[in-house]
């Protein structure tokens, strides 16, 4: 025969399950705005049964228990976690190529006065009114000044692009020791997780603040996960979260690379190469972006610096029958057919500070050259020769030569432009892909605040209900206790 307590056990179970339940929803609101909470569920089934004895034709009856809580579960996709660990990888890329990129256009920016194209126009129309009759001590002062403006403009590009790169190479060093210390402290996770729930329980808080890790290492470089009982990562094939352990990476000064970063593996110090996120596009930009661009510039000064150094050989001033070059070696303050003139080196000539050495005429002092003033003409009018490849310096008798210098610097400018756009519109186009994905993962994992009310009354009227029942309960064991029996006395 069945307990007389059996129903109040049942009573029982239904109020404490129903707290329970009370409790998980009373969580899910508490964090509804906590980043990468996952709402949480309970889930209830019956209690086992117990035999109740035959019925009248013989069949055995049971007769339930009451309830039990099965187990307090995450709402999450694993399909869609790593579908956004995927999208993140490549948006973390972009985005980091945007940023170079934009920053690259400041340098650059031909939009004010300083700017090289317009020091530029400066240097050539002085040249243009130095070849104009009675051109005099003025145009040859304004051809002084837009030549050495040209030496400090070019010079100024060059340190700011240098800087850049440094900049980038730091930008590498901060990643991977935020890489580092996401990886150590997932590693603290999956220990925390693994001692928890040996216990038999799922520590749901802990892996949310797991996965919401891995998330945010997905936009810094190309990892895979192996999800057992705990995390596995690895970058590159090369592990850097081993269950409870972590294995660094490490940004290493390269001597081979002029003290630049290169990213080694702490394990056994060989090299990784970074295949995706933010730390790639940090290295492209520090040692390919930067290198193409600072080349085409030093093939544009070594242009000017040669062809007009070739020019004002070809010319005389009007003191002296001594040709001169325009821009020098600073170490050395001289050029000659074996000497480069580049962003490294280049200079104004200091013998040309007496402007009155500035070669605008053919002919020389000797012969009368005070309005000769067919070299300045000509160098004027070299504006216009094609010098120039797509990327390099060919000199005006190269076949290959198709571009001038205002063409030449115009497509260095048009080719940052179209890379930053191709940069802005990935990143765009990224970042709306990730927020779909996010999109349909919060659908799932979000907390719904009128959904958790809704929840609250159910679960508040279930547990009035499973009291009502201790209640019920409660007064016939009384009435058993303190009545049966008292009839006739």
């Known amino acids: 025969m069945r307990s007389t307590f059996g129903g109040l056990t049942i009573g029982l179970s239904g109020a404490w399950a129903q707290q329970k339940a009370l409790d998980v929803t009373g969580h899910n609101i508490s964090n509804v705005n906590t980043p990468g909470y996952s709402r949480q569920g309970i889930s209830h089934a019956t209690s086992t049964p117990t035999r109740y004895g035959q019925s009248g034709n013989g069949n055995m009856m049971t007769v339930g228990t009451g309830v039990d809580v ?12 790593q579908k956004l660990k995927r999208e993140n990888q490549e948006l973390g890329y972009w985005d980091a190529k945007k940023s170079s ?19 530029m126009d400066n240097f050539w129309n002085s040249w243009s009114q130095l070849s104009k009759p009675g051109g005099g001590l003025t145009a040859r002062s304004l051809v002084k000044e837009n030549a050495i403006s040209f030496v400090e403009t070019v010079k100024n590009l060059d340190t700011m692009l240098l800087d850049y790169r440094k900049n980038r190479n730091n930008e590498i060093k901060e990643n991977v020791d935020k890489l580092n210390k996401i990886t150590s402290s997932i590693a603290e996770l999956n220990y925390d997780i693994k001692r ?9 808080d802990a892996r949310d603040q797991r996965d919401a890790l891995v998330d945010e290492l997905s936009k810094l470089v190309k990892i895979q996960v192996i999800d057992g009982s705990t995390y596995n990562i690895a970058v590159e094939g090369l592990q850097v979260v081993a269950g409870n352990d ?16 290169s990213i080694k593996w702490g394990k056994t110090m060989e090299n990784v190469n970074i295949s995706g996120g933010s730390i790639k596009a940090l290295v492209e930009s520090r040692d390919e972006l930067i290198d193409g661009y600072r080349n085409r510039l030093n093939e544009f000064v070594k242009g000017v610096a040669m062809e007009m150094n070739d020019l004002h050989l070809a010319g005389y001033g009007n003191l002296d029958d001594l040709p001169r070059v325009m821009f020098v070696d600073k170490a050395t303050n001289t050029a000659d057919t074996n000497t480069v003139i580049d962003l490294a080196n280049i200079a104004f000539n200091p013998d040309l500070e007496e402007v009155n050495h500035i070669a605008a005429a053919k002919l020389k002092p000797s012969q009368g050259n005070y309005e000769d003033n067919r070299n300045a003409l000509e160098i004027s009018e070299w504006r216009l020769k094609d010098v120039f490849s797509d990327k390099l310096y060919e000199g005006a008798a190269d076949l290959d030569a198709k571009l001038n210098f205002d063409e030449f610097y115009r497509s260095i400018i048009s080719d940052i432009g179209l890379d930053g756009n191709k940069a802005a519109n990935a990143a765009d186009a990224q970042g709306l892909l990730v927020e779909q994905v996010e999109y349909k993962r919060q659908s799932l994992m979000a907390v719904s605040l009128d959904e958790e009310m809704s929840n609250l009354i159910k679960f508040e009227h279930s547990y009035n209900a499973a009291a009502r029942i201790v209640n019920a309960m409660d007064e016939m064991i009384e009435a058993v206790v303190n009545k049966v029996g008292l009839v006739g006395r």
């Open 196 to 204: 928890v729930e040996a216990s038999g329980v799922v520590a749901n």
């Open 70 to 81: 099965q187990d307090i579960r995450q709402y999450r996709d694993y399909f869609l976690d």
């Open 101 to 119: 990129i934009e920053e690259l256009e400041t340098i650059f920016n031909d939009n004010s006065e300083d700017g090289l194209q317009t020091v």
């Open 246 to 261: 972590s294995i660094p990476l490490t940004a290493v000064p390269s001597a081979s690379a002029n003290g630049y970063y």
